[in-house]
């Protein structure tokens, strides 16, 4: 069974660095990869998705990378700022039955 | 627009009264899954289906109903719901293979 692991489950930064944040999951046999941003009690935004067969994802100050063969993936955000507090959740979708398994999130804090 | 509609987006009931909790969605994906978020425990997948009139258990279906009569529609049934069902609910869509994951706005539910 897939599992999904997140470091750290909480971030707290002050503005302007560049941060990363980790992903693992267990099984290699994977379709894709997507990070979530969430806001607290709020749902789930699409940020990055990265296909199997891809090395890195781009958006803006975001880099997404995935090293399917080690099980890793990390979010890069740079020069960060407090709009990007938030939680921070990836989800690997195995090819098998097309399941979406999550990991528990990283809660985000940029201060001023 | 891409997009998968959760209603309602905030419902408290009392326990015992049993309620529907609907999930659309407009992009034919023949994938659609239930999720509940709690703190502490993440996303936690509640049913899938995998096609009309194919659905599973995911890893907490305990006290859940689901039913796929149509492509679009994937309504989350609570036959007799109790306080420990209070929850966020999110319903997920997700084409094939390589696509995407769409979520629902996700709907509050708090039961007395």
């Known amino acids: 069974k897939q599992e999904v692991t997140q470091i750290p489950a909480a971030l707290s930064v002050p503005e302007g660095e560049n941060l990363v944040l980790n992903c693992s999951f267990t099984?290699?046999?994977?379709?894709?990869l997507q990070w979530f941003r969430q806001d607290p009690g709020k749902g789930l935004t699409s940020l990055l998705l990265i296909q199997s067969s891809q090395r890195e994802q781009t958006s803006g100050r975001l880099n997404a990378s995935l090293d399917k063969s080690s099980g890793r993936s990390t979010l890069y955000i740079a020069a960060s700022q407090p709009g990007d507090s938030a939680t921070y959740l990836c989800a690997v979708r195995g090819n098998a039955g097309n399941m979406l398994t999550f990991g528990g999130g990283t809660r985000l804090m940029v201060k001023p | 627009e891409a997009q998968v509609t959760q209603n309602p987006r905030y419902l408290i009931t009392v326990t015992g009264k049993k309620l529907t909790v609907t999930c659309s969605q407009n992009?034919?994906?023949?994938?659609m899954s239930w999720y509940r978020q709690d703190p502490g425990l993440g996303l936690r997948q509640i049913y899938y289906?995998?096609?009309?009139?194919?659905?599973d258990k995911g890893d907490v279906p305990e006290g859940y109903k689901v039913s796929r009569k149509e492509k679009r529609n994937f309504p989350l049934i609570l036959e007799s719901p109790s306080p420990n069902q209070t929850s966020l609910y999110f319903c997920?869509?997700?084409?094939?293979?390589?696509?995407?994951?769409?979520f629902g706005q996700g709907t509050r539910l708090t039961v007395v």
């Open positions: 997920a869509s997700l084409g094939p293979g390589l696509a995407e994951a769409f």
């Open positions: 992009m034919n994906h023949e994938y």
């Open positions: 099984d290699s046999a994977i379709y894709n």
């Open positions: 289906s995998m096609n009309v009139e194919v659905t």
